[in-house]
């Protein structure tokens, strides 16, 4: 099926400024300066400045009258809690993942796809296992990264070029290369499901399905995370074709009925 054309987007910058700006804060733990926020996002300081006060009349940006410093502003509540409380996918799934993670000892993540530079997580059950990957809601990675990649790349209606593009960009742990990466996706295709083994994370096992539309188009993946020593071949396929599972369920009830 041939690509649908992408509609042209008219740069917006003031837009795409402030919004940068609130990118920046949710990466960092602890508040930033406005020289340090100029200079991670090449602006001008006093174009800044008149960015983060415009943001924080609107209380989604917080400066410290003492230090000068920003960070998010709790006007960014009410606007995360509106996206995962009117999201049919995050309260359709958040149970089966706290199930998922309950009977595996996995870290279960619900993960939507917008596009092929970014996945977020929008849903989240964890374990108690030990596994060394941080991850919150709103949490987000490349899009082409590891076992959710390869289902992204197996089920995206996305030209090739591009998808080979972005994955020539990627930083793993244990990088595959080009050629044994498209044969993984192409198995991920015919069977549903990837699974990663050390290569994003050393040591670490995910597992990821696709969530398919009513036109077999990727929109989501439930994607588990596990020490590779808990999650061995027998157990893994297992897991795949339990999340496979609850990905039908998924999409059988979000897929509107013709």
Known sequence: ??????????????VTRAIAVLRLLSRHRTPLGLKAIAQALGLVPSTALHIL???AAEQLVRVD??????????GMLPLARAVLENSDFPNLVRPKLEELSRRYGVT???VELPDLDHMIVVALARSQAPVHL?????????ALISA??????AFSEQPW????KRFRRLSWHNAPSYDTWHKEVDAARRQGFSIDRGNYIAGVTIVAVPVL??????THTLAAVGLGNQLDRATSLKLARDMKGVAEEVTAQTVPRS
């Not at 099926?1 to 003031?14: F, H, L, N, W």
């Not at 003492?66 to 502003?73: C, E, M």
């Open 1 to 14: 099926m041939p690509a649908r054309p992408t509609p042209r987007i008219r740069a917006v910058p003031a």
């Open 53 to 55: 006060r415009a943001l």
């Open 65 to 74: 009258a003492v230090s000068k410093q920003y960070s998010l502003g709790v």
């Open 108 to 110: 279960a993540i619900g």
């Open 134 to 142: 941080h991850v919150d809601v709103g949490s987000r990675f490349p």
């Open 148 to 153: 959710t990649g390869r289902c992204l790349a």
């Open 161 to 164: 070029s591009e998808i080979e």
């Open 213 to 218: 539309d009513g036109r077999g188009r990727i």
